[in-house]
C-alpha cells in the first residue's frame, strides 16, 4: 500500500462570510495555523473587532499523522456550535486550519437545530471563501559533510530534488533539506556511497 503523504489545507485566510437566521448573523471566517499560539493570537483578533458580538464559536484541527483538534461552543447550548463547525473541517477534508463563526444575536431563538444549521453553514461558507490546497508530508534531515564532497552531495539533491531548507558551507558544511515522506525510506541509501558523510532524521 502506498503511504498518504500529502494533505489538504487551505492557502490564506478566507472572506468574511454572512449567514442570517431570524434577525441573528453569522459571520463566518477561516485561517490557516499550525500552532495553538497561532490560534490564540486569530481569536483574540476576532473578540477585538467583533466586541459587541454574543459568541465566538469555533474548531480547530492542526496535524497530519498525529492529530490535534478542539471544539468551543463558547456558551452556546452543549454541541450545537463547536461540533457542527468541526464537522465541516472532518467533511472538506482539510487540517491546519481554524474556523472561527461569531454570532449577534437578533433577538429571536433559533433553537438547537436552528443553531447547529447557522453554525454549520457559515462554517461551510467560510471554507468556500478559502482556497484549498495539497501539501506534501515532508520528513526533515540534516547531512554534515566536508566541503571536498561538496559537488557529489549537490549532485544528489539536484537528482533527487530535495528541498534545501537551509545550509552552512564552510569546511565543514551541513545542510538542511526536507524529502516527501514517500521517497524517505530510499534517502540515507541514496547517500550511503559516500561513506564521509554524516545523515540524521529530525
Not at 494533505?7 to 477561516?30: C, H, M, Q, W
Not at 477534508?93 to 443553531?115: A, D, M, P, Q
Request: hydrophobic fraction near 35%; charge should be neutral.
Amino acid at each position: 500500500m502506498e503511504t498518504k503523504d500529502t494533505y489538504k489545507t487551505i492557502a490564506s485566510p478566507g472572506e468574511e462570510v454572512l449567514f442570517k437566521d431570524r434577525n441573528s448573523k453569522f459571520f463566518g471566517y477561516s485561517f490557516p495555523v499550525s500552532s495553538e499560539e497561532d490560534i490564540k493570537v486569530v481569536i483574540e483578533s476576532l473578540k477585538k473587532k467583533h466586541h459587541s458580538a454574543r459568541h465566538w464559536c469555533y474548531a480547530w484541527q492542526i496535524g497530519t499523522e498525529n492529530i490535534k483538534y478542539r471544539v468551543n461552543d463558547d456558551g452556546e447550548p452543549s454541541n450545537s456550535a463547536g461540533q457542527p463547525i468541526y464537522g465541516q473541517i472532518q467533511s472538506f477534508e482539510i487540517t491546519n486550519v481554524l474556523l472561527v463563526v461569531v454570532r449577534y444575536f437578533g433577538g429571536v431563538k433559533l433553537g438547537v437545530g436552528g443553531l447547529i444549521n447557522a453554525y454549520r453553514s457559515a462554517a461551510k461558507l467560510a471554507i468556500e471563501s478559502s482556497v484549498i490546497i495539497e501539501k506534501t508530508i515532508d520528513v526533515f534531515y540534516n547531512i554534515t559533510f566536508e566541503y571536498k564532497d561538496m559537488n557529489k552531495v549537490m549532485r544528489i539533491i539536484k537528482e533527487h530534488q530535495l528541498n534545501i531548507i537551509k545550509q552552512q558551507l564552510e569546511l565543514n558544511c551541513k545542510i538542511q533539506f526536507s524529502v516527501r515522506k514517500k521517497n524517505s525510506h530510499k534517502i540515507k541509501e541514496v547517500f550511503s556511497p559516500l561513506y564521509d558523510i554524516e545523515i540524521e532524521e529530525l
